[in-house]
């Protein structure tokens, strides 16, 4: 990755992801507290039928605004790849998140999610070409 991508790729990790991670963990102990015996469930279909779509979605945008690319390019990208990276990303992620929203402290629910990130986002950089 040359140095122009990988400081994108910072750069909406650090204001996006971070954040956005931070608030939604946060909201959805509020939504779906660990007394409502479904929340295991909820707390699953929310991350991976709402939030996955939606970050992704914001994730392609911001990176198409970072490149300096227009609105064609734009809708080229989510044409050519959205879909192939959403059910890669509801593979991969799945998993790790059933474990991280429903067992990991919600105080390191980020700092979990940014270690999948991190290999996460190589995948992306390369299907998004």
């Not at 991670?21 to 709402?50: G, N």
Request: charged share 15%.
């Amino acid at each position: 990755m040359d140095p122009a991508a990988a400081a994108r790729y910072a750069t909406f990790g650090f204001l996006i992801t971070g954040p956005v991670s931070h608030i939604f963990y946060q909201l959805m102990e509020v939504w779906m507290p660990a007394t409502d015996p479904l929340c295991i469930v909820k707390r699953l279909l929310l991350d991976r039928l709402i939030f996955a779509p939606g970050f992704l979605l914001i994730f392609y945008f911001v990176m198409n605004i970072l490149e300096a690319k227009g609105w064609r390019d734009f809708e080229s990208k989510m044409r050519g790849s959205y879909w192939t990276a959403l059910k890669m990303n509801w593979k991969v992620w799945t998993p790790f998140q059933f474990v991280n929203i429903n067992f990991v402290p919600v105080e390191f629910r980020v700092l979990f999610a940014n270690m999948v990130a991190l290999f996460w986002y190589a995948y992306l950089a390369s299907v998004r070409k």
